[in-house]
Every structure is written in structure tokens, then in C-alpha cells.
């Protein structure tokens, strides 16, 4: 039956950044569809409500404190949501960080910090839960790529760069993986209603220009994610390998 390969009951999934937004979004919908949830965030207060939306589905919640962007760290959480779930069948890689600013501008740290929390991380967590995945024989690894994994932005160069590194990440180590039980797949979010866009949508001529665009005439939500993630994270998606499905509203068809 179709709904029932759409079931994450006893799975475990560690979800990077989801104390708010996107993250939360899909750590929930993980929760929802019967997986226990590492909830991640730099500290443990700023876990809470996700915490708390995880448990009230019926399934167990861990919780993972740590900065990403430091490679030890990386490994610790992967540790710490086996430790405390008993495996990790789930990655999602949602963490990141945005700087913007003129290309001729850039500073040396900003490139630095952002290709080191979008990509450099990314690489490490796949490379560390892929290990543990590659034994057992399955696993599902979920990177959140971006439209400018396809587009160029405007100033945010350091951003475009590491999402276009992410879906050529996702897709290399698709080619490796696949082989041996492990789908690693991308999805690639359209303009969200989140903190990261409310200067965006505050701004009466951006938010007009982008609505006109969006064929579904609406910004999206983290809920608008959740279906694309249990898809890519069930049984039901198991001959998907390699692909950055794009969840924009149609913004990609205009």
C-alpha cells in the first residue's frame, strides 16, 4: 500500500537548524509521519517549541546543541542522535547562513563563514551519517538547496556558490551511494515566509515583484515543505536518487 511506504515509523532523522522556519517545518512533518526527530539548534532553549511539536505527534525527540560550522561538531551530532535515538536513518541538512553584501565587497570572513556552515558542513554531516547508513545498508539523506542552486541572486554570492555546490554534492554522492541503500536527495524551496525573507516581504516593490512571479500568487510556507521531505525520506521514494526537487509556487516555470 502506497500510505504505508509513505510511513517513517521507527526511523530516527536528525534535522540540522530546526528550532525555527524550514527546519521546524520538516522536522514536524518527519515527526507526523512516525519518526523520531533529533531536533537541532545552537542552544537548547531555542529548541523548545520544535521539541515540544515533535513530542506532541507521539514520537520520541532528542535534542542536538552544537555549532555546525565546526567540523568536530559535526561528528557530535551525529553521536549524540544515535546515542540518544539508537541509529540515524534520516539526514536532513537544513542549517545555514546568509550574508549579504556587493560581490566587490565580500569580506574574506563572511565568504569564509558562509561556505563553511552551507557547504563545508553539509559535505562533513552527509560524509558521517553516509558511514553509519553504508553499514546498515539504507538510509535517506535530505540536502535543502536553494534557487540559487540554479540562479545567480544578487548580492549573495558566498550563498550561491555553496547551493550550487549542494545540489552538485547531492548529486556525486547520489552516484556513489545509491549502489548500497542509501538516496541522497535535495529539495530546493521556493520564497518562504520566514525570518530570513521579512525584510523581502516587508518591502512593498520586492514583494509585489515576487508575487507576480510565483504562479501560485503566494509566498510559501515550512508546511509547504513537508510533504516534499516524508516523500524523500520513506520507502516511497526509493528509486529517487540524485534529484533537487524544486518546491517554489511554479517560480522556476516563468
Known sequence: ????????????????????????????????????VAVHGRT???TESTRNA?????????VVVRDVSNSE??????????SQLGSIDILVNNAGIIRRAAAAEVSAQDWCDVIETDLNSVFRLCQLAGRKMLDQGHGKIINIASLLSFQGGILVPAY??????????????????????????????????????????????????????????????????????????????????GHVLVVDG???AR
Not at 13 to 36: D, F, K, P, Q, Y
Not at 186 to 197: E, N, Q, S
Request: proline share 3%; aromatic share 4%.
Open 44 to 46: 537548547a532553549e531555542a
Open 160 to 241: 550561491a556558490a555553496a547551493k550550487g555546490g549542494v545540489a552538485q554534492l547531492t548529486k556525486a554522492l547520489a552516484n556513489e551511494w545509491a549502489p548500497k541503500g542509501v538516496n541522497v536527495n535535495a529539495i530546493t524551496p521556493g520564497y518562504m515566509a520566514t525570518d530570513v525573507t521579512t525584510t523581502l516581504r516587508s518591502d512593498p516593490v520586492r514583494n509585489r515583484q515576487i508575487l507576480e512571479r510565483i504562479p501560485a500568487g503566494r509566498w510559501g510556507t515550512p508546511q509547504d515543505l513537508g510533504g516534499a521531505a516524508v516523500f524523500l525520506a520513506s520507502r516511497a521514494s526509493d528509486y529517487v536518487n
Open 73 to 82: 561538531v559535526c561528528r557530535q551530532l551525529v553521536e549524540d542522535t544515535i
Open 250 to 252: 511554479g517560480w522556476m
Open 54 to 62: 515533535v513530542c506532541q505527534a507521539g514520537v520520541r525527540a532528542a
Open 1 to 36: 500500500m502506497i500510505l504505508d511506504a509513505l510511513k517513517l515509523t521507527g526511523k530516527n532523522a536528525l534535522v540540522t537548524g530546526s528550532t525555527r522556519g524550514l527546519g521546524a517545518g520538516i522536522a514536524v512533518a518527519l515527526a507526523e509521519a512516525g519518526a523520531n
